[in-house]
C-alpha cells in the first residue's frame, strides 16, 4: 500500500510551528532570514532555529527549509552558508526555485531531500522530467484534475499540491507586477501584493481563498504525496484551525468515513477566508473583485507541544560550487520579437539577426519565404502537457530556424534546434548561465537585473533585454483583454495561449544606456515591440555597432524598468 498522503503545514513563527506541530501536522516548512519566498514572515533566527528543529524532531515531524528565491551572483556565497548551517541543524529537506543549484547541493549533501519550488513554475512532465536528482516537485496552482492526472503518470518523482490558502492571479515566478512597481520583487520574497489593489475602481485581480477539503479522496487517489496549505504569513489560529481540520479530514478517508459539512467549511473561514474557491482543480473562477477582509479568533493561545533533549548526528558534507571561467559572447546580435508580417520584414531591414514570431502564426511559412534572416518560433509560456502535441506539430510543419521557449519544457522535447530562453525562465547568475549552456539552450536574461549587475556576470554569453513589452503577469484564469488602471499607471490585458498576460503601458527603452552592456563584452539584444519596428530596430543596430544615437525626440515615451536599480 502507498504511504500515507502528508500533510504540510505552514510556519512562519515559532507560534505557528507549535500550532502546527500540535495538530496534526507530518511535516513542516519554515524560512531562516533570508532567500526565501517569504521574508516579510517572521521567520527563525538563531535559537529559535533550533527551538524549532528540536520540537519537530521530538514529535517526528519533518523540516523542510525554504530557501526558494532568485539568487543574484553576490549572494550565492551566502546562500550556501546559510544552507550548510540548516544541514547541520537537521532540516529533512531544502525547497529552491533555482534549478543550476539541484547538482550542487547533491553532490554537497549527499542525503538531504531537495524540493523544487513552485516559484520554479512547473506545469508539464517534459518540464518536471528535466530534474531528474530531486525528490519532489511543488506543482504550479493552476492545473486542474485531468492536467495532475498527466503529471502523475509521466513523473516518477513525489508531487506536491496546495490545497488551501492564498493564491496568485500570476503563475508563480513568472510575476513582475511588484519588483516593476517598488523594487519589491515576488521572486526574491518581497512582494508587496499589487494583485490586491484597486483597478478600475474594484479588488480587479484579487483572488478568492482556494479550499480544496473536498477533493481530498480525489488528490489521494490521483497519487498525489503532499498535500500543503499556504499561510507563513498567517496566525498561530490559522494554522491549529487548518491543521486540525485537514489532519481529521485526511485521516477520515483512511478510515472510510471521509465527510465534509457545512460546519467545517464554517470552521475554516473563522480561521481566514476571501471567500472560498476550487479554483484550477474544479475550473472555478478564483475572482473576488470585491474586497473581502479574512477573519481570524482574537484569543492568543500557546500551543503545547512535547520537547525532549535532541543530540544532532554529525553531517558529512563538503561544499562544492562551480568554479565559472570568463566568456564573452562570440558576436554581435539583434534578436527582435514581431507580431505580423510586416514587422518582420522590417526588422530583417533594419538590422535584426534573428527574426521570433510566434510559432502558430499562420503566415509563419511565407513570412520565412519573405527574409533572409533566421526565423525563430515563439512558443507559449503556458505550456500544459496536453499543449506539446500540438506545439510540436507546429515545428514539425513549418521547420523554424530555432526556438524562442517560453517554458522551459521546451528544451526536453528533443527537438534538434537552437533553443533560447524567454526571460520568464528566469536565468539569474553564473551558475543559472552555466547550467542553461549545458542544456544547450540560450538565455535572455532577467529584466530584474540591473545594468550593473549584468555587467558583473563572469559569463557575457547571454542577451539582453533592452526595448519593448514589459510583460508582468502570466495568468491561466481567463479575464476580458482590455485596460486596468490604478493611482500609478495603466496596464494592458492581452489574450495569449491559454490565458492572459498583463503588460505595462508604456514599453522599456534603454536607447544609449544599453552602450553600458556592451563596454562590459554583453553583445546581443533583445527587441519586443509591434511599436514603430523598423524604426526602432534600426536604432538598436547603430548602437550595438557602436554609434551613439540621437534619441532625445522619442525617449520620453519609454521608461527604464529594472536597468538602473534592479530589484531587492
Known amino acids: 500500500m502507498k504511504n500515507k498522503i502528508e500533510l504540510l503545514l505552514p510556519a512562519g513563527s515559532l507560534g505557528n510551528l507549535k500550532a502546527a506541530v500540535a495538530n496534526g501536522a507530518d511535516s513542516v516548512y519554515i524560512g531562516l532570514d533570508k532567500f526565501n519566498a517569504r521574508e516579510s514572515a517572521t521567520n527563525f533566527r538563531g535559537e529559535y532555529f533550533k527551538e524549532a528543529i528540536k520540537i519537530c524532531k521530538s514529535n517526528n515531524v519533518r523540516v523542510y527549509l525554504t530557501m526558494n528565491t532568485l539568487i543574484k551572483n553576490s549572494e550565492i556565497k551566502e546562500f550556501f552558508k546559510q544552507l550548510v548551517y540548516a544541514y547541520e541543524q537537521g532540516i529533512d529537506a531544502v525547497i529552491i526555485q533555482e534549478p543550476s543549484f539541484i547538482s550542487i547541493i547533491k553532490e554537497s549533501f549527499p542525503d538531504l531531500f531537495i524540493h523544487l519550488s513552485t516559484q520554479a513554475g512547473i506545469m508539464n512532465s517534459a518540464h518536471a522530467n528535466i530534474f531528474k536528482n530531486i525528490e519532489r516537485i511543488i506543482l504550479a ?82 497519487g498525489i504525496d503532499s498535500l500543503k496549505i499556504e499561510g507563513r504569513m498567517r496566525t498561530p489560529y490559522y494554522v491549529a484551525t487548518v491543521a486540525s481540520i485537514y489532519r481529521k479530514a485526511i485521516d477520515d478517508y483512511y478510515k472510510g468515513d471521509f465527510k465534509i459539512t457545512d460546519e467545517i467549511i464554517s470552521k475554516l473561514k473563522t480561521a481566514f477566508s476571501r471567500e472560498f474557491t476550487e ?159 549545458e542544456k544547450e539552450a540560450y538565455p535572455i536574461i532577467s529584466p530584474e537585473l540591473s545594468i550593473n549587475e549584468q555587467t558583473e556576470f563572469k559569463n557575457k554569453n547571454f542577451a539582453s ?46 536607447f544609449n544606456k544599453a552602450k553600458n552592456l556592451l563596454k562590459s563584452g554583453i553583445n546581443n539584444f533583445y527587441i519586443d515591440t509591434d511599436i514603430k519596428v523598423g524604426e526602432i530596430t534600426k536604432i538598436y543596430r547603430q548602437i550595438l555597432d557602436g554609434k551613439t544615437v540621437d534619441v532625445s525626440k522619442i525617449k520620453q515615451n519609454y521608461v527604464l524598468g529594472w536597468s538602473e536599480k534592479g530589484v531587492l
Request: net charge positive.
Open 141 to 222: 496552482r493552476e492545473l486542474n484534475k485531468e492536467k495532475l492526472k498527466c503529471l502523475r503518470k509521466n513523473v516518477n518523482k513525489e508531487l506536491e499540491v496546495f490545497i488551501h490558502g492564498a493564491l496568485c492571479v500570476s503563475f508563480s515566478g513568472s510575476c513582475l507586477f511588484s519588483s516593476f512597481l517598488g523594487g519589491r520583487s515576488g521572486n526574491r520574497g518581497k512582494c508587496a501584493q499589487p494583485c490586491r489593489k484597486i483597478y478600475n475602481n474594484c479588488y480587479y485581480l484579487s483572488t478568492k481563498e482556494l479550499c480544496l477539503i473536498k477533493k481530498i479522496p480525489e488528490l489521494i487517489e490521483l
Open 465 to 510: 533585454f533592452v526595448h519593448g513589452k514589459m510583460r508582468l503577469m502570466t495568468i491561466a484564469h481567463q479575464l476580458q483583454e482590455g485596460w486596468i488602471n490604478d493611482n500609478k499607471g495603466r496596464f494592458k490585458i492581452n489574450k495569449i495561449n491559454n490565458g492572459v498576460e498583463i503588460l505595462n503601458e508604456r514599453e522599456l527603452g534603454l
Open 279 to 437: 479554483g484550477s482543480f474544479s475550473s472555478e473562477s478564483v475572482f473576488n473583485k470585491m474586497k473581502a477582509h479574512g477573519s481570524s479568533a482574537p484569543e492568543i493561545k500557546e500551543y503545547i507541544v512535547n520537547t525532549k533533549d535532541i543530540k544532532l548526528e554529525k553531517r558529512d558534507y563538503e561544499l562544492k560550487i562551480p568554479e565559472i571561467k570568463t566568456k564573452q559572447s562570440k558576436e554581435k546580435r539583434l534578436l527582435v520579437r514581431v507580431y505580423n508580417k510586416s514587422d518582420a520584414v522590417l526588422a530583417a531591414e533594419n538590422g535584426a539577426d534573428i527574426i521570433y514570431y510566434d510559432i502558430f502564426a499562420k503566415d509563419f511559412l511565407e513570412t520565412q519565404k519573405l527574409i533572409s534572416k533566421p526565423v525563430y518560433g515563439v512558443t507559449p509560456r503556458i505550456m500544459f502537457d496536453s499543449d506539446i502535441p500540438k506545439i510540436t506539430d507546429e515545428i514539425k510543419n513549418k521547420n523554424p530556424s530555432g526556438i524562442l521557449a517560453g517554458n522551459l519544457g521546451m528544451i526536453n522535447l528533443n527537438l534538434h534546434l537552437p533553443i533560447h530562453l524567454d526571460y520568464n525562465c528566469n536565468c539569474f547568475n553564473d551558475i543559472d548561465l552555466k547550467f542553461y549552456e
